[in-house]
């Protein structure tokens, strides 16, 4: 199994506190990984280190073992490695379609632009449309942006973050605050994606019980370390991570219901 991505003592301070302390971790293409941790332990700093929008004190993130330190965000997306928001934003006035197509139209642009190739404007919108597919967001296309749902936003910006093509997706959060019957479907995208089987992702989630079925493996952070990284099932059974973050309570939960 090839490496996609790395970290090789990640660690960012801000005054005398230490977010992300001294994190290596690694994975493999096309795996999907979450990453758990209770409040403040570091989860979207992380993120923020990996995408380039913070640099590191110390360390260094690898993309396909090129160190990324001398990248930007947004050259670090053009590489593949995908956040939303990087290179493309919702027009809260344009239609989902619009949307989605400007979002295609970046990405082509970037692609072609040595070879001044004019991609067709049905083409991209053939494209949008099979991106609104896999979102289950068809049925909205022509609804205008503000108007959507904070679940429908959430998976607008999923479409297109799928539509700058990026081989690593990170997803921060992506249930964080919605209602309780918008989660399924949000999940189901997330399996959805997970299923087409050609993108590595690394996700972050509060809730551990959405992200077990989904994940190959869980990491947690504490306190801003790697307190433990593994399949499911040993991130259940390990006792350091019941003690640390669940605190005994999660088999209690279960033992219960
Ligand atoms: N720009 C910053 N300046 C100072 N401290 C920061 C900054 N960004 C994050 N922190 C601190 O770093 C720690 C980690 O924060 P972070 O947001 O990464 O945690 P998290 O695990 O994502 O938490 P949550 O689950 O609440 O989103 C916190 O103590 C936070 O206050």
Redesign the pocket.
């Given at each position: 199994m090839t490496t996609i991505l790395r970290t090789e003592n990640l660690t960012?301070r801000?005054?005398g506190?230490t977010?992300?302390d001294h994190v290596n971790f690694e994975m493999p293409e096309k795996h999907f990984k979450s990453?758990i941790?209770?409040?403040?332990?570091?989860?979207?700093?992380?993120?923020?280190l990996i995408s380039g929008e913070?640099k590191p004190s110390e360390g260094k993130v690898y993309f396909k073992n090129e160190d990324m330190s001398r990248f930007s965000s947004v050259d670090r997306t053009r590489k593949g490695l995908g956040r939303s928001f990087q290179i493309t934003n919702v027009f809260p006035n344009l239609t989902v379609l619009e949307n989605v197509r400007l979002a295609v139209q970046s990405k082509e642009k970037i692609r072609y632009q040595m070879f001044r190739h004019i991609t067709s404007y049905p083409s991209l919108i053939k494209k949008a449309e099979e991106l609104l597919e896999v979102v289950l967001l068809l049925n909205k296309k022509q609804a205008i942006a503000s108007q959507l749902s904070h679940g429908e936003k959430r998976k607008l910006e999923i479409a297109m973050l799928l539509a700058l093509d990026t081989e690593v997706l990170l997803l921060?959060?992506p249930t964080a605050g919605m209602s309780l019957e918008e989660v399924p479907t949000i999940l189901e995208v997330i399996r959805r994606i997970k299923q087409q089987d050609n993108k590595t992702i690394l996700l972050?989630e509060?809730k551990m019980d959405m992200i077990l079925d989904l994940s190959d493996s869980i990491m947690v952070?504490f306190n801003?370390t790697l307190l433990a990284d593994g399949t499911p099932e040993e991130i259940m059974q390990n006792e350091t991570v019941q003690n640390a973050y669940l605190g005994g309570s999660y088999n209690e939960h279960h033992a219960q219901s």
């Open positions: 960012i801000f005054g506190h977010a992300v990453i941790g209770p409040n403040g332990a570091g989860k979207t700093t992380f993120f923020n913070l921060d959060e972050i509060h952070l801003g």
